[in-house]
């Protein structure tokens, strides 16, 4: 019964974003292990940027920085 939790920064992905990549992460499973589909949990995560860090810095940080820096351009 495999169980996989995917975890992303909640920046927009669609509900049709999220169905293919619970359809995608079952499919792997089902080719490349032979999982049945009926038993695979997927589970999406959404999280603040607040609560997501990268090389020490909050990607709301980074996020900003990279907007600083494109309107620079």
Do not use: C, H, Y
């Amino acid at each position: 019964m495999p169980f996989v939790n995917i975890r992303i920064t909640n920046e927009g992905a669609t509900a049709e974003q999220k169905q293919e990549l619970i359809q995608g992460v079952t499919d792997l499973l089902q080719k490349v292990l032979n999982k049945n589909p009926a038993t695979t949990f997927v589970i999406i995560d959404e999280v603040e940027t607040d609560n997501w860090g990268v090389g020490g810095t909050a990607v709301t940080e980074l996020r900003k920085r990279a907007r600083e820096a494109a309107a620079k351009s």
